[in-house]
């Protein structure tokens, strides 16, 4: 088993070298999927450190970047190993950070999970206008919506996105998930979702028990 304090430390000072060992490292052990999870949230709370020293004016909108740019190179390298851990079908969801909010880093995290456990996404992107949205899953008909967002007024455009789904008929053809720091039970209930996460892998489970 690798380090997985090293991880945390090695993403929250951005070391390309040392991520790239342990993950090698885990890419060439046979039946790797549970240690590539444990890689995945050991990176996850490196990315929380990252955030404290942004918080802390040690790190500046530069690092923000990059970090992400590392984690989703991870993430990338990682998806092998964690997509051999799933043998089971997943359905279709339509993926999106809502109108507002342009942060991807937890989308992104969720996406290269949810499609390891054989989900089929169809990620909109960033800062996504509610009727993008709607029209998406008019078009391709999912079994869950995903919503993400981590700015406090992202819950706003959760909640315009929900409606906009009852107003058009859809909300009771889909399942909706939403994520991001500022979720809870409570903006859950409030937004009329179905399920939030502010974990990713709880998420992709979650998403499974829809799918059966
Ligand atoms: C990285 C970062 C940025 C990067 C974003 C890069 C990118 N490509 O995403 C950059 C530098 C661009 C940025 C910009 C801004 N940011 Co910023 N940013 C952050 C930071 C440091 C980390 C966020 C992050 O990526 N976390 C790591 C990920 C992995 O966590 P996560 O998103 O929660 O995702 C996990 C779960 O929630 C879940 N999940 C996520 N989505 C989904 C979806 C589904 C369906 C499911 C099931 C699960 C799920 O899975 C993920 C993995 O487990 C936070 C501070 C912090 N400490 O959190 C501030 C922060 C979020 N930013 C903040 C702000 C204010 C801004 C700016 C407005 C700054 C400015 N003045 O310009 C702009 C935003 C512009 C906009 N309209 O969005 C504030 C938000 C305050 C608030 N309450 O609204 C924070 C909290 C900083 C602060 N303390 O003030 N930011």
């Known amino acids: 088993m690798v380090d997985l304090k090293v991880l945390t430390q090695a993403m929250s000072d951005l070391d390309e070298d040392v991520l790239n060992k342990a993950i ?9 999927a ?15 450190l990252v955030g404290e020293r942004y918080d802390s004016g040690e790190y500046f909108i530069g690092d923000l970047v990059f970090a992400g740019e590392v984690l989703q190179s991870v993430m990338d390298k990682l998806k092998p190993a964690l997509s051999a851990g799933s043998s089971a079908k997943g359905g279709k969801i339509v993926l999106a950070t809502v109108f507002g909010d342009l942060h991807d880093i937890g989308k992104n995290i969720f996406r290269s999970m949810v499609e390891a456990a054989n989900f089929e996404v169809i990620d909109l992107g960033i800062n996504v206008p509610v009727s993008q949205i709607v029209d998406k899953v008019k078009e391709v008909n999912p079994d869950i919506v995903g919503l993400s967002g ?35 039970e409570n903006v859950c209930k409030s937004i009329g979702a179905d399920a939030f996460s502010t974990n990713a892998a709880e998420g992709v489970k979650i998403c499974q028990g829809w799918v059966g």
Do not use: H
């Not at 890419?27 to 790797?32: A, F, I, M, P, T």
């Not at 549970?34 to 929380?48: D, I, L, R």
């Not at 406090?152 to 909300?171: F, P, Q, W, Y």
């Open 34 to 48: 549970a240690e590539a999870q444990e890689v995945v949230k050991a990176c996850q709370q490196g990315m929380t």
């Open 150 to 184: 981590v700015l406090t007024l992202a819950l706003d455009s959760m909640k315009e996105t929900v409606n906009a789904l009852n107003e058009a008929g859809l909300r009771n053809s889909v399942k909706v998930i939403i994520g991001g720091v500022p979720v809870n």
């Open 24 to 32: 090698d490292e885990v890419l060439s052990k046979d039946d790797n």
